[in-house]
């Protein structure tokens, strides 16, 4: 009998946001494509449902993979602020017996960067909806050694089994009840003792990865029996593989394994009998310098290295990480070296089960090499980071950070493969085997894992411009479709800041970062006067590392630049040179008016300063009872209009930060935004991520902070949204808002009309004041009910939504949901169903993507309806399983 701990964690269900008493109104997002972005350290095949893919990032959760259009669909997206922390996967699992099964193991940091502790999620259908079990320590999706594993797993004989890897000495794990609860394996003997840097004063180097992969043996038991050979890697330089061959009762470390090195995976091909692991000198992914690849013959216990380039050559400069089988022909196994920054990422491929090698590209005459494949980025042209290398490098690279590389097990001509920035991938692999050059292309589209530090979208030009942390960022002149470059002259690694000229829009100004021992004679200060398309450097004072914020005044006469850890500066003109600005800290935050070409404003330690001459100096303003340390913008078209985000809540100046007023019923706020005034109205529309009535959510006022509706949903929080954030002033209600880690989303209206009639104050009033219908309680059919809620209500219309819940005791795969109007309500726009009408009888059948429901689960859809007379709600719903 497998010995466990005491310890039984409980499942939760997954609580989204409490319900808020403020308006909502309907929105339709998308994020602007950029295609990749951040390092996805983890692809996962499922191994009996073809083309059931999943990915796994560090920062930006999880996707599915959608074959008919070749794009990656997210499913974390329902995660807020409460719980940003699940946006880092440390491992995903897919159920090879139920496949609409999936798990991920969430949490970001293991110090104390992240307040809570990790948890394990899973869903019974692919990921659209998920529960929610919480650990009680903390997991590591972003810390080191996020690239070995995975370390979840399902068993593939008995899959109400699971396993989990856990790290920092919480050793393995066990579920036995489809992950809902779990216990500690107590005779599981080594958690690892690994670290990058023990003595680490931070926590993050110090961080042990722990128990790192789960292996089965499914021919050790038959289906429908526990799985009894199992292997296990741990990140242990003397002790790295375990196995049990008793379900999990007993383990033992497998004799005469390889010492020295840590098994980032461990592969098993069941038809031969090998298990292979491909081992590195450090945990990763930026390092790593030797490691070796390693066959065992289960059927004997014999170890054979099998290394396309041994760990004793002087030719190894590299540790191996990604490593496949194919599953269609199991002699032929791939691995990648886990870091080979120069001059490339090697793939090795072997036919003959690791007895020889090929290599994806060769050495010729130095600095000339040979390349089995060719690279076709012209989906993604920005992956050659604007850089113009010299042999032996090449751009794009093939590669870097390639912890997971992963063929097809349906398919030995498809291959994918994880990087630093985006997925690669080919569709004509075995092209390899024959002599000839197989095709690389980007398959990323649809992931978005960019960190999105600020954006601006001026009232002319380019749609959106961005600021993006690693690879820089991006002038959007087409919001679904991806630029041909990132910024160049000069490239930053991450922009910090950018702003725009409002009476010239033409001229942009941007600050960022980049290793300076790189480029000793580059600036951390670029400008553009042709709305970003192009850019040139300015000077920069001595001492700066790092691009702070920058601001632009208001015709582009002049700019202010505070650097970080430097004294700010005044240019006037593009950067030829610099003069200090006296009266404002070190890193304040700096902005312009929108209006006055020589007033820009600091906001630093709960202090407003502001300049009229153009930045040379500031003086701090009487205004008291602000927040430490925040984000503000003035408003477009009117000097002195300011709005200050921050801890306590939400503040407005119109008198240049002479004073603040608190708005009312807002408890926090992140940053604020404005976008195109509503029609009839003379205010821009404010855009907020802020907390209301408990809610923390993405917001939106048409009337100068006097009302608010939320414009997102429970389904779509992304995390901590809200670093970045800006309104169209050319399209009304279209909000740009920036995540960290799930790229940048835009928003639209797809709710009714919105007039509203200005007053002779800035404040416009709503001519309609929205009203909420009864809740009419459900009627329940067989196996499923309905509950109808009336969520805004305006003259001649109304916005209503349907909960739909499983009420029976089996999961339904389908439901459709009936009722009949007591007036002459037409539904005009609906979503997350399929609506038909037919006069007054309404029917309501699921989407794709939401019908199958587990018992006690829930979901809904919404809709706008039109209506003349009185508008009563239906008086009976009638909701029918399929």
């Known amino acids: 009998m497998l010995t466990t701990a005491v310890v039984l964690l409980v499942a939760a269900v997954v609580r989204m946001s409490p319900v808020s008493a403020v308006a909502s109104d309907p929105y339709a997002y998308k994020n602007v494509r950029i295609d990749g972005g951040g390092f996805v350290p983890g692809i996962i095949f499922n191994q009996t449902e073809k083309n059931l893919i999943y990915a796994r990032t560090d920062i930006g959760g999880a996707y599915r993979w959608n074959q008919s259009t070749k794009s990656w669909t997210p499913l974390l997206d329902w995660v807020g602020w409460d719980k940003w922390g699940y946006n880092g996967v440390i491992s995903l699992a897919t159920d090879p017996v139920q ?3 999936v798990y991920a193991a969430v949490g970001m940091y ?5 307040p809570n502790n990790g948890a394990i999620l899973r869903s019974t259908d692919k990921g659209d909806n998920w529960q929610v079990t919480p650990l009680p320590f903390k997991l590591g999706g972003n810390m080191p050694g996020r690239g070995m594993g995975e370390a979840l797993s399902v068993d593939p004989n008995n899959n109400s089994v699971l396993y989990l890897g856990t790290p920092n000495g919480n050793g393995l794990w066990r579920s036995t009840d489809y992950g809902a609860t779990w216990a500690k394996v107590a005779s599981f003997p080594n958690p690892g003792n690994y670290a990058q840097d023990p003595n680490d004063p931070n926590g993050y180097l110090s961080h042990k990865p722990g128990v790192v992969w789960v292996t089965y043996d499914p021919r050790s038991s038959a289906k429908g029996t526990t799985t009894k050979t199992i292997y296990v890697g741990v990140a242990d330089k003397e002790n790295s593989v375990y196995r049990t061959t008793d379900a999990g009762a007993t383990w033992s470390r497998v004799a005469g394994q390889p010492t020295g090195y840590l098994a980032h995976k461990g592969v098993l091909d069941t038809v031969n009998g090998y298990l292979y692991i491909a081992t590195s000198d450090t945990g990763g992914p930026y390092d790593g310098a030797k490691g070796d690849v390693w066959r065992y013959a289960t059927a004997t216990g014999t170890w054979t290295q099998i290394s396309p380039v041994p760990s004793a050559s002087s030719d190894d400069y590299f540790g191996y990480s990604g490593l496949t089988i194919d599953r269609q022909k199991p002699g032929t196994i791939m691995v990648a070296t886990q870091i080979s920054w120069w001059p490339d990422v090697i793939f090795f491929r072997s036919t003959d089960s690791g007895a020889t090698w090929t290599r994806v590209w060769d050495w010729t005459s130095y600095p000339n ?26 751009t794009p690279k093939l590669g870097w950070m390639t912890e997971s590389l992963e063929i097809d097990p349906f398919d030995s001509n498809r291959m994918m493969y994880g990087t630093g920035a985006t997925i690669y991938g080919t569709e004509n692999l075995a092209q390899w085997d024959a002599g000839a050059q197989f095709t690389i292309k980007p398959m990323a589209k649809g992931l978005e894992e960019t960190a999105v530090l600020d954006l601006i979208s001026p009232p002319s030009g380019a749609s959106l411009v961005s600021a993006l942390g690693d690879i820089g960022g991006f002038r959007h002149t087409n919001l679904d479709a991806v630029p041909s470059m990132m910024f160049t002259a000069p490239v930053f690694t991450s922009t910090t800041s950018l702003d725009y000229a409002e009476k010239s829009p033409s001229i942009m100004v941007r600050a960022g970062n980049f290793t300076d021992a790189d480029r000793p004679n580059d600036s951390h200060v670029a400008f553009s006067t042709d709305g970003g398309a192009n850019w040139f450097q300015g000077t920069e004072p001595g001492g700066i590392n790092e691009g702070g914020t920058v601001a632009a005044a208001a015709d582009g006469s002049r700019f202010v630049w505070a650097p970080k850890g430097v004294t700010p500066v005044y240019s006037v003109g593009y950067g030829n040179s610099w003069q200090q600005a006296s009266g404002l800290p070190t890193d304040a935050v700096v902005e312009s008016d929108r209006v006055n070409a020589s007033k820009f404003y600091g906001f630093s330690g709960g202090r407003l300063y502001v300049s009229t001459n153009g930045g040379a100096t500031f003086t701090a303003t009487a205004a008291t009872g602000l927040p430490t340390s ?10 002195g209009d300011l709005w200050l985000a921050g801890d306590g809540g939400l503040w407005h100046s ?14 926090k706020s992140v940053n604020v935004g404005f976008g195109k005034a509503a029609p009839g109205g003379t205010y821009m529309a404010i855009f907020a991520v802020a907390t209301i009535d408990g809610v ?3 917001y939106r006022s048409d009337d100068a902070g006097a009302s608010w509706v939320r414009i997102n949903d429970d389904k779509h929080q992304w995390g901590n949204m809200g670093e970045a954030l800006t309104g169209d ?5 279209r909000v740009y808002v920036g995540t960290n880690g799930r790229g940048i989303l835009y928003g639209d209206r797809t709710g009714p009309p919105v007039t509203v009639t200005p007053t002779v104050t800035p404040t416009v009033t709503p001519t309609v004041t929205p009203t909420v219908t009864p809740t009419v309680m459900p009627t329940t059919g067989s196996g499923c009910s309905a509950t109808y809620k009336g969520t805004n209500e305006w003259s001649g219309g109304f916005q209503a939504e349907v909960t739909v819940k499983n009420t029976g005791t089996a999961q339904i795969s389908g439901w459709k949901v009936t009722w009949t109007w007591a007036g002459d309500q037409k539904i005009s726009q609906l979503w997350s169903g399929t609506p038909t009408q037919t006069g007054a009888n309404v029917s309501v059948a699921n989407a794709g993507y939401n019908g199958t429901l587990a018992p006690n689960a829930t979901t809904s859809f919404g809709f706008t309806a039109s209506y003349t007379g009185t508008n009563t709600p239906p008086a009976t719903l009638t909701c029918t399983p399929a």
């Open 110 to 114: 293991t110090n104390s960067w992240d």
């Open 369 to 394: 090499r040979s390349f089995r494949y060719k690279q076709d980025i012209t989906e993604n042209p920005w992956l050659t980071f604007g850089s113009n290398p010299q042999p032996p490098e090449v």
């Open 99 to 101: 496949t609409n099964r």
């Open 729 to 733: 002033p050319r399209v009304y209600g």
């Open 696 to 698: 923390t959510g993405l």
């Open 630 to 639: 925040g984000k503000f913008k003035a408003v477009p078209g009117k000097e």
């Open 654 to 667: 119109t008198n240049s930060g002479a004073s603040f007023t608190k708005v009312s019923g807002i408890t």
